[in-house]
Nanobody, 114 residues
Framework: QVQVVESGGGLVQPGGSLRLACTTSGINMAFWSMYWYRQPPGKEREFVASITSGRDPVYLESVRGRFTISRDSAKSTVYLQLDSLKPEDTAVYLC????????WGQGTQVTVSS
């Protein structure tokens, strides 16, 4: 059984940082493409970043240079470092293991507010 669990969200002031983690079980994550998405309040879910072995990470244009995706396969965990956060980054951040439809976690809330 595949499980995907996100953590690390919280309330942060504009300009601040957070590191989100997505831990998986039931798969060998080293061989899987991993994705971060987000769903702002009242809006559609949108792609944020992805990481695939042997390829450069891919980012949503509005987060490029501020967010960094990485993975630690030994820990079966993929990370999303969020820097220079803006209020418009407020959303539930979700992790997906594998290409669509893949396996989704429940999400972690990130709120950027002063």
């Amino acid at each position: 059984q595949v499980q995907v669990v996100e953590s690390g969200g919280g309330l942060v002031q504009p300009g601040g940082s957070l590191r989100l983690a997505c831990t998986t079980s039931g798969i060998n994550m080293a061989f899987w493409s991993m994705y971060w998405y987000r769903q702002p309040p009242g809006k559609e879910r949108e792609f944020v970043a992805s990481i695939t072995s042997g390829r450069d990470p891919v980012y949503l244009e509005s987060v490029r240079g501020r967010f960094t995706i990485s993975r630690d396969s030994a820990k079966s965990t993929v990370y999303l470092q969020l820097d220079s956060l803006k209020p418009e980054d407020t959303a539930v951040y979700l992790c997906r293991a594998g290409r669509s439809p893949g396996y989704w976690g429940q999400g972690t809330q990130v709120t950027v507010s002063s």
